[in-house]
């Protein structure tokens, strides 16, 4: 009933409300379609990450293999592999966040609101 009420009253009132529940709706799906596209990318990246780590593999563990036999210890060999993998995962997730908050920043200034305090809710 109060929707009936909000439509039958004529002037900048009842504008000012259709604009804002317009925007409220149009930024809501602007939301979700660039978290589910953004989201889309990411296993897309994490999968591309992945098969790449296992088709390097085999050459992998023939470059270890040598640095064993040159005298390099277990230990050393694994600090090794887990920089590379750090280097591999980590550093391609840190510049995706930075993008996406840099992208969140620029979504709220562009329909002015705070994005950070639902996006921490959640």
């Given amino acids: 009933m109060p929707a009936l009420l ?24 602007s939301l979700f379609l660039t978290s589910f596209v953004g989201l889309l990318f990411f296993l ?8 790449t780590l296992f088709t390097q ?3 992998d563990r023939r470059q270890f293999q040598a640095l064993h036999k040159l005298g390099l210890g277990q230990h050393q ?9 750090a280097v591999l995962f980590f550093i391609p997730f840190v510049v995706g966040l930075a993008h996406a908050a840099d992208i969140v ?14 996006m921490t809710l959640v």
């Fill in 6 to 29: 909000v439509d039958r009253q004529i002037g900048p009132v009842t504008a000012s409300v259709r604009t804002l529940e317009e925007g409220k709706q149009m930024l809501s799906f």
């Fill in 105 to 118: 920043r620029m979504f709220a200034a562009a329909f002015r609101v705070s994005l950070w305090e639902p």
């Fill in 77 to 85: 060999v694994r600090r090794i592999v887990s920089v590379q993998a």
């Fill in 57 to 59: 593999l085999a050459e």
């Fill in 44 to 51: 897309a990246t994490g999968n591309m990450l992945y098969f």
